[in-house]
C-alpha cells in the first residue's frame, strides 16, 4: 500500500473574520483530487478553529500550530491536547523551525511533545530542518537525525506521525530546495528510520517538504520518490494552495 499524499496549510499568526472565510470558500469551491488521493489539514490559528471547523468542507481536516507538553493547569497562554480533542481536532504540528528558533523549543522538548499529543489521541506533523550554517557547514543529517531521534527515543508507535522536512533557510524567504536537494535529504531520513526504528515504519511513515513551496515548484518536487507531500507556509493563504495539493496526482499517475 503506497503513502498518501499529505498537504498541510500552515497559516501561521495571519487572518481576520472575513479573509478566513474567503480562504475556506475558495477551498470548499474548487475541484481538487478526491481524499482517497491526498490528505488535507488545514492549520488556522487558535482563534479561528472554530470557524473554520464549522465551514470548511468534511474532506479537509483541521490542525493546530502547537500544543502543550502536558495536562492542562496553571500554564498562562498554552493550549493543551485535551482541550484540543473537546474541540473535535485531530491533528497538530509540533517543532516548527519558528517555535524551535524563536521560543528557543529543545529537541528533547519538541521530542516530549510529541509523544504526550499522541497519547491523547492526536496526530502530530512534526517537523524537523536545518539552518543555512549547518547546511552550509556539512551538518544537515546531523542536526535532522539529532531532531527525529529526539521523537523516536520517546515514542513507539508512528502510525499518526507525519514528519515534516523544512530547511530553515527556505521557509518563507523565496528560496527552495532543488528536487534533488529535498530527496537526497528525505531519502536520508528513511534510511534513519529503517536503521534506528524500523523498516516497517521508515516505509509507511509519510516525509513531507516544506520551504517556499509554490504552484510553481511543487510538480517537481511531487515527483521526487520520498516525498510525500507539503507543508505550506505563505502559499497556502492564496488560490495557488489548489494548485499545490492538485500535485498529488503526480504520484498517483505515477
Known amino acids: ?5 499529505f498537504v498541510g496549510g500552515n497559516w501561521k499568526c495571519n ?7 474567503k480562504i475556506v470558500s475558495t477551498l470548499n469551491d ?4 478526491s481524499s482517497d488521493v491526498v490528505e488535507v489539514v488545514i492549520s488556522p490559528p487558535y482563534v479561528f478553529l472554530p470557524l473554520v471547523k464549522s465551514l470548511l468542507h468534511p474532506d479537509f481536516h483541521v490542525a493546530v500550530q502547537n500544543c502543550w507538553v502536558k495536562k492542562g493547569g496553571a500554564f498562562t497562554g498554552e493550549i493543551s491536547a485535551e482541550m484540543l480533542k ?4 485531530h491533528w497538530v504540528i509540533l517543532g516548527h523551525s519558528e517555535r524551535r528558533l524563536l521560543l528557543g523549543e529543545s529537541n528533547e522538548f519538541v521530542g516530549e511533545k510529541v509523544a504526550y499529543a499522541l497519547s491523547q489521541g492526536l496526530k502530530v506533523i512534526a517537523c524537523v530542518g536545518e539552518t543555512l550554517e549547518q547546511r552550509e557547514s556539512g551538518a544537515t543529517m546531523d542536526v535532522v537525525a539529532a531532531q527525529t531521534k529526539a521523537i523516536a527515543d520517546r515514542i513507539s508507535d508512528w502510525t499518526n506521525v507525519v514528519v515534516a522536512y523544512e530547511p530553515v533557510w527556505a521557509i518563507g524567504t523565496g528560496k527552495v530546495a532543488t ?7 528525505h531519502f536520508a531520513l528513511r534510511k534513519w528510520l529503517q536503521t534506528n526504528v524500523s523498516a516497517q515504519v521508515a516505509e509507511s511513515t509519510r516525509i513531507i517538504y516544506g520551504g517556499s513551496v509554490n504552484g510553481a515548484n511543487c510538480k517537481e518536487l511531487a515527483a521526487q520518490p520520498d516525498v510525500d507531500g507539503f507543508l505550506v507556509g505563505g502559499a497556502s493563504l492564496k488560490a495557488e494552495f489548489l494548485d499545490i495539493i492538485k500535485s498529488a496526482t503526480v504520484k498517483s499517475s505515477a
Open 86 to 89: 473537546n474541540l473535535d481536532i
Open 1 to 5: 500500500m503506497g503513502r498518501k499524499f
Open 15 to 21: 487572518g481576520t473574520n472575513e479573509e478566513i472565510k
Open 30 to 33: 474548487r475541484q481538487v483530487p
Open 179 to 185: 528536487p534533488a536537494q529535498a530527496q537526497e535529504v
